[in-house]
């Protein structure tokens, strides 16, 4: 069973404009919760991430929601720059962040110029 | 800084035979995972040190799998014998959580080495 879906696996954006990508998750347990940006023949890079404690996190041009009730998050990213066209991983933990991450499937997103 | 490096890259290998995957984790961080990424998935954790003691290895085949962390810093995983659904990327990474002083979640963050791109034919 998935614990951890992002249900788009891919995302078309113009240049400038706001990307928005999508998480869910079905364990109670996670507190802590990450995304992560991957360009081909690379690991994942930690973009940013968030305690179940809050219910928003900035940095920069990156902004994470969480809406625990809906086991929802989501990252922001504005505006899009031609750079940011990756595959970006949704994951949960629990422990803090201490465990072993649950990732999503990806979304790959494209920014148009 | 250095990052989490990993060797080899690249290897091709045919069923039933071995191979061990090697990962040097960030200086001074004291967990280290080992995730398995198959093409079109996310990363999934195949076992989780922290030092030289194992905290999670319930997602590991142990039949054919097997890892280790010697001396808390280096680690090796190895496959045998390979079969064709090994074929993936194996993903190292490491995190200050466990470390003395590190116990903020913001310590707790994985870095990740490029992988290893395993095929099995």
């Known amino acids: 069973d998935q614990q951890v879906k992002q249900n788009s696996p891919s995302l078309s954006v113009q240049e400038g404009r706001i990307s928005i990508l999508n998480c869910d998750y079905t364990?109670?347990?996670?507190?802590?919760f990450l995304w992560y940006k991957k360009y081909p023949a690379e690991g994942p890079t930690f973009l940013i991430s968030?305690?179940?404690?809050?219910d928003k996190n900035e940095d920069g041009r990156f902004t994470v929601f969480l809406n625990k009730s809906a086991k929802h998050l989501s990252l922001h990213i504005v505006p899009s720059q031609p750079g940011d066209s990756a595959v970006y991983f949704c994951?949960?933990?629990?422990?803090?962040?201490?465990?072993?991450?649950?990732f999503g499937k990806g979304t790959h997103l494209i920014i148009q110029p | 800084e250095a990052g989490v490096a990993q060797s080899p890259r690249y290897k091709i290998i045919e069923k039933r035979q071995s191979v061990a995957f090697w990962c040097n984790p960030i200086?001074?961080?004291?967990?280290l995972y080992w995730y398995q990424q198959i093409l079109g998935q996310g990363p999934k954790l195949l076992i989780q040190?922290?030092?030289?003691?194992?905290?999670?290895d319930s997602q590991l085949p142990k039949d054919r799998f097997s890892a280790e962390r010697l001396k808390g810093v280096d680690s090796t995983l190895k496959i045998q014998p390979a079969k064709l659904e090994d074929s993936a990327v194996y993903l190292c990474?490491?995190?200050?959580?466990?470390?003395?002083?590190?116990?903020?979640?913001?310590?707790?963050?994985?870095?990740f080495g490029p992988g290893t791109r395993l095929t099995v034919l």
């Open positions: 990474a490491s995190s200050l959580a466990g470390t003395s002083g590190g116990g903020s979640p913001s310590h707790n963050e994985q870095f």
């Open positions: 364990n109670s347990m996670f507190d802590y």
């Open positions: 968030i305690s179940s404690i809050k």
């Open positions: 994951a949960a933990g629990s422990g803090g962040g201490a465990d072993g991450l649950t």
């Open positions: 200086s001074g961080h004291a967990t």
């Open positions: 040190f922290q030092n030289n003691g194992v905290v999670d």
